[in-house]
């Protein structure tokens, strides 16, 4: 449950309320923390859909950087780099949906300390525009674990720079695709998709 205490410490639940200077100081430490691990962040829509946009971006330029074998592998999932963003980010939405279904012994225990039903969360979830959820939090690990892929967030926080996120099961490959993620945890927290600069 490592992944979980830590991301729930920069949890888009964040009860605090915050104002405009709490956002400017969130900006720049975001700012500082890709700049120190040399990531560059391109800017995605905030509609609750923030995370799989994010999320497409970096599949789609893995997948067109490598065609052959990685974009095979997630054309059997029902995505294609031809796709338009949009759809490729509701896509990975019914995936992480499915991927719950499949799986609800193992991602249920992620609500375990809440008093939440796993059906009703997914029933939620599965609308698009719905990112204020437990399960919202899951989705990089849920995503990790479905392409065998590691995914790096860079944070808005100063304890907390970076989370790295790993498939549960580790494979015998010793190399996977990493895809960046920069997240600003003011107010309801937003997602941007992000690239290591060569």
Sequence with gaps: MIFDNLFRLCSCR?????????????????????????VQRVQVKGDGNCLFYALAQGLIYEMKKDANYFGRQLQTFGLSADLPLTSFAKRLRQICVEQWKLNEDFYSQFLSTENISFTKELRRFSKTGVSDSILGDVVPLTIANTFNIDILIITSLANLAQIEVKPSQQSSSTYRKVIYLAYNQYDLGHYDAAYHRN
């Design 14 to 38: 964040n009860e605090m309320h915050h104002s405009d200077e709490d956002y400017l100081l969130h900006e720049q430490e975001l700012n500082r923390n890709l700049s120190n691990a040399n």
